[in-house]
């Protein structure tokens, strides 16, 4: 007689499922960079980035490696775990990949003007007619200390207060734009205001002298009679030029 051999069923569920357990492990399937768009308005200013990887199930993959690049360093950099840090004014697109899946932010660096000085040619005493020794000189920056260049700056004389030369400038590497003052025909105080885009502006204060006479000449009074002891009729004036 032949005794048949049963197994039971539970075993060898489980050992189906520890079989199945032993296959590939999970695969990045997608890359999730937040937040996707990122400003800065400062060099050196930073943001931080988040890539989240997910399989093909849509579950977090926590372990996954990610390696992030830039595809413009000059304006933006990026550390390995997603630190961006502003370089210079552009845009740079950061990438985030995680085997065959990878995603991208875009980051954006527009210096914003927070700081405007005069650094040289305030207060000046000069001539009438004359231009004074010192370059009027603007220095522009951003809100941590940086030069901002290629910014345009406007320079305005007030009334009577001559010209300068020249009336627009750019500001160059250093942030810094000059011009030179060249005092009108009257003394007095004057002012040079420095404007750059965007409404900031400072003051440049001056004062003109009378310079030497040149010319000496008759005003009025000359050519007049009168009787010994007696008084004028007109006074008598000269015009010192």
Request: aromatic residues 4%.
């Amino acid at each position: 007689m032949h005794r048949q051999l049963i197994f039971p069923a539970v075993p060898l569920l489980l050992a189906a499922a520890a079989l199945a357990g032993c296959g590939e492990p999970d695969q990045p399937f997608a890359v999730t960079v937040t937040p996707s768009t990122v400003l800065m308005d400062a060099l050196g200013d930073t943001k931080q980035l988040k890539a989240t990887v997910t399989n093909e199930k849509g579950t977090e993959l926590t372990g996954a490696t990610v390696t992030w690049t830039s595809s413009a360093p000059t304006v933006a950099t990026v550390s390995d775990a997603g630190l961006v840090t502003a370089a210079g004014p552009g845009s740079a697109e950061i990438t985030a990949e995680a085997g065959p899946a990878k995603d991208n932010a875009t980051a954006t660096v527009t210096q914003t003007a927070t700081q405007v000085e005069a650094t040289s040619g305030a207060q000046q005493t000069g001539t009438v007619n004359q231009q004074l020794p010192q370059s009027l000189t603007v220095r522009v920056r951003d809100r941590l200390n940086n030069a901002i260049s290629g910014l345009a700056v406007t320079f305005a004389v007030s009334t009577d207060g001559g010209g300068v030369s020249p009336s627009n400038a750019t500001t160059n590497n250093q942030g810094e734009a000059s011009t030179m003052w060249t005092f009108g025909t009257k003394s007095g105080s004057y002012q040079v205001t420095a404007t750059i885009s965007g409404g900031q502006s400072v003051a440049f204060g001056g004062k003109a002298n009378p310079g030497p006479a040149v010319t000496l000449s008759k005003a009025g009074g000359d050519d007049q009679y009168a009787y010994r002891g007696a008084k004028l009729d007109t006074i008598v004036a000269v015009r010192v030029r």
